[in-house]
């Protein structure tokens, strides 16, 4: 999978990227907001940077410049660029800090908001302890990505 970080305008992006199993930094995670540090930190950890400032991507060799302002627009660029967004079988990655997700045993205590392991799959983020499973989220964002084929 690929190794990425986006710039503060893609937020919403990182999530489908880390849904898809790519390892993605976001600059507003790492408190990185000003341009130069955000080179840096995409050089020193040897990222496919993806931005939406022009000068940002034209100053940082392995920066990649996504005109669209959707969501959508994003996606079928990324995928156009020739980089594979699909969902694994089973999630790998945090969509919301990027941290490795483990699979959470039948006979576990979950928080209240999440479905009971015993019933239905269940993995938690090994960095910051949210919980996820494949229901609506899951396939919304399985139906998005057939729609960029």
């Known amino acids: 999978m690929t ?24 600059a507003l995670d790492q408190g990185v907001e000003a341009d130069g540090r955000i ?3 995409a050089r020193e950890a040897g990222r496919v940077l993806l931005t939406r400032d022009r000068d940002l991507a034209d ?6 410049l ?9 996606l079928q660029e990324v ?9 694994p079988e089973t999630p790998e990655r945090c969509g919301v800090c990027n941290g490795s997700l483990g699979t959470i045993p ?16 269940l993995w938690q983020c090994g960095d910051c302890g ?16 057939e729609e960029i084929g």
């Open 3 to 26: 190794r990425f970080l986006l710039d503060t305008m893609l937020g919403r992006l990182a999530t489908y990227l880390r849904m898809c199993g790519h390892d993605t930094g976001y």
């Open 39 to 41: 080179i840096k930190t």
């Open 59 to 64: 100053r940082y060799e392995g920066g990649f």
């Open 66 to 74: 996504l005109e669209s302002r959707d969501l959508h627009g994003q």
């Open 79 to 87: 995928v156009d660029a020739g980089y594979a967004l699909e969902l």
């Open 106 to 121: 039948p006979d576990s205590r979950t928080p209240s908001y999440a479905p009971s392991p015993d019933e239905t799959d």
């Open 130 to 145: 949210q919980f996820f499973w494949k229901g609506s989220h899951w396939d919304n964002v399985a139906k998005r990505l």
